[in-house]
């Protein structure tokens, strides 16, 4: 306390006024009690999340979308989501067989 008093006086300000600490809402999510799900027990991936998750850019899967060989896509409302069936049939496509 007498640290936080000192560097409240250093900074001008009044050391009996409580000073906010970290960021404003820099937990606030993780502590407001939401339930997120990690992304290994989804349904469905956004094009984002896909790309990321499996090592390429965004842009080279619309490519590979644009010439057929993305994986398979599906529409809910204006959004473009990959099952995670999906997602794995692609990944089971793309195996090679070496023997």
Not at 16 to 27: F, K, T
Request: some cysteine; aromatic content about 4%; overall charge positive.
């Amino acid at each position: 306390m007498l640290l936080e008093k000192q560097s409240a006086r250093s900074l001008g300000r009044s050391p009996d006024i409580a000073q906010p600490r970290g960021r404003v809402g820099e937990n606030a999510l993780a502590n407001s009690g939401a339930a997120i799900q990690p992304t290994e027990q989804r349904d469905a991936y956004s094009l984002r999340e896909f790309a990321a998750r499996h090592g390429i850019s965004i842009s080279h899967l619309f490519d590979l979308i644009r010439d057929g060989q993305g994986p398979r896509i599906m529409k809910v409302g204006r959004r473009s989501l990959i099952s995670v069936e999906a997602a794995a049939d692609w990944r089971r496509e793309r195996e090679v067989c070496r023997g």
